[in-house]
């Protein structure tokens, strides 16, 4: 959990106007289809990813100047990036390749990169004011795709703040995209990795026969939220969790031994998550409470090919009634992620594709759900742009979309202590985070101790992991 003196952090940042930054050379003028992947209803959003970088001793070159030429640079090679979206037909999306650019704001703050903390990550204070949000700029069509802030800090570090329309590309596309500005800022020609569109790729079949198999795709269930599920994000508690070596050991003593030795990182940690989350929460027994996953296609098809930046993953949903969620082994919904994630591959994304097509490309259930994204091993915190690798490098804020409380990401984090783990903002209505918090103390004594523990004790195992995050 971030420290205290960190989240009551206040200052002062002084922004520049907003300026468009457009490829620094001439590209093609065209009309580009999104993905039937892609366009879905709940992709339809920005996606805040943020870095913190100390000032490094030397020559001192000015990061927004720096960072400004290199997206510009970037976007050469990747210029649908600096167009607009338009929809079609059918609510199809595609990019108008205008050549307009990129929204760009330089900054900077009365503030030091020490007084975020040791170790920066999310809450993060103040975080509209190191990403702002630019007049009219949210809005889904005919606006820049990216937005950019540098803020320069007092100690001589700054903050470098992403703002991504998830319909154009996915986490690894971005980091992609990334990867091409770091390597323009050391003076590269062209990027490493070519990028590729290709999204024809993920677009529905139009052969019914090609997809003999059929998937339930609950994600997608039209769910009413008849019982107030979804609350506002100012009445909500913001925390974040380490899980190390110590800790995940301690869960996967909860487990069955087949699952014990066979279960992901992943599918143990989201299961102890979304059972802790489910208890916290005290739903009614009989509620369906659904966790729905992130399961990249990359590397597991030689369909999507290496460069490709678009959206290339699939929401598979764990279903399971609260109240078996609850009284059961925690074993129970880690066996059920493991299951719902294992369904998917190329198949399952056409499928998706094709049920978008159909059903006018709907969004994600988020009434009684919960969403885990895993960014851990995506290489977003090992940007180097001529500081160094960042203090810390990953999303901005838990959540998803506008819908606050409903996702976590699984970061990848060293600690005060020099472990490596994950972190993993949660964020959960006040009352429910007190029960959150006491329930994880229960997974996270080993199971052979868990009958002689106190609750003192529990509380105080607790309070190390959360400790642990500072």
Not at 138 to 150: E, N
Not at 260 to 287: I, K
Not at 431 to 436: I, S
Not at 461 to 467: H, R
Request: glycine content about 10%.
């Amino acid at each position: 959990m971030a420290g205290s003196s960190a989240a009551e952090l206040k200052f002062t940042v002084r922004r520049q106007p907003a300026v468009l930054v457009s490829p620094a050379g001439p590209t093609p003028r065209e009309l580009k289809r999104l993905s039937d992947i892609d366009d879905q209803d709940g992709l339809r959003f920005h996606v805040p990813v943020i870095f913190f970088f100390r000032r490094q001793d030397g020559p001192q070159h000015d990061p927004a100047a720096v960072l400004r030429d290199a997206i510009a640079a970037a976007l050469v090679h990747y210029y649908p990036l600096s167009g607009r979206l338009r929809e079609l037909e059918g609510r199809k999306l595609a990019v108008d390749c205008t050549g307009e650019g990129v929204l760009f704001v330089e900054a900077d703050a009365d503030v030091r990169l020490e007084q975020f903390g040791a170790d920066p990550q999310p809450p993060f204070p103040c975080l509209d004011e190191l990403m702002f949000d630019v007049p009219g700029s949210s809005a889904l069509l005919g606006t820049p795709l990216f937005l950019f802030q540098v803020t320069r800090l007092a100690c001589g570090g700054f903050v470098f703040g992403v703002r991504m329309q998830h319909t154009i590309a996915d986490g690894a596309g971005l980091v992609q995209f990334l990867c091409a500005v770091e390597e323009m800022a050391g003076g590269a020609a062209a990027p490493t990795v070519r990028p590729v569109w290709g999204r024809e790729l993920l677009e529905a079949p139009r052969d019914s026969d090609r997809l003999p198999r059929s998937f339930a795709h609950r994600e997608y269930d039209e769910v009413p939220d008849t019982n107030g599920t979804i609350v506002p994000v100012d009445s909500m508690a913001h925390r974040s969790f380490f899980f190390g070596p110590q800790e995940m050991a301690a869960i996967r003593s909860h487990l069955p031994p087949s699952l014990r030795r066979s279960a992901t990182t992943f599918e143990a940690l989201a299961g102890c998550l979304w059972r802790c989350r489910t208890v916290a929460l005290a739903p009614g027994d009989e509620e369906e409470m659904r966790m729905i996953c992130i399961v990249n296609l990359r590397g597991k098809s030689s369909i999507v090919p290496r460069g490709y930046y678009g959206n290339a993953f699939a929401f598979p949903a764990a279903v399971s009634t609260a109240g078996n969620l609850c009284r059961k082994p925690v074993g129970y919904a880690v066996g059920l992620v493991r299951k719902a994630k294992r369904e998917v591959d190329m198949e399952y994304l056409q499928s998706v594709a094709r049920l978008m097509v159909r059903r006018q490309r709907p969004g994600i259930t988020v009434v009684r759900a919960y969403l885990v994204s895993d960014v851990s091993k995506t290489g977003i915190r090992d940007f180097d742009f001529g500081w160094g690798k960042p203090v810390y490098g990953g999303p901005a804020k838990g959540g998803v979309g506008t819908i606050p409380g409903i996702a976590s990401f699984f970061i990848a984090f060293r600690n005060a202590k020099g472990e490596d783990g994950i972190v993993v903002p949660v964020c959960l209505p006040h009352a429910a985070m007190d029960k959150f918090v006491e329930e994880m103390g229960k997974l996270l004594m080993p199971a052979d101790n868990i009958v002689m523990a106190t609750t003192e004790q529990l509380a105080g195992n607790m309070f190390s992991m959360i400790k642990a995050a500072l």
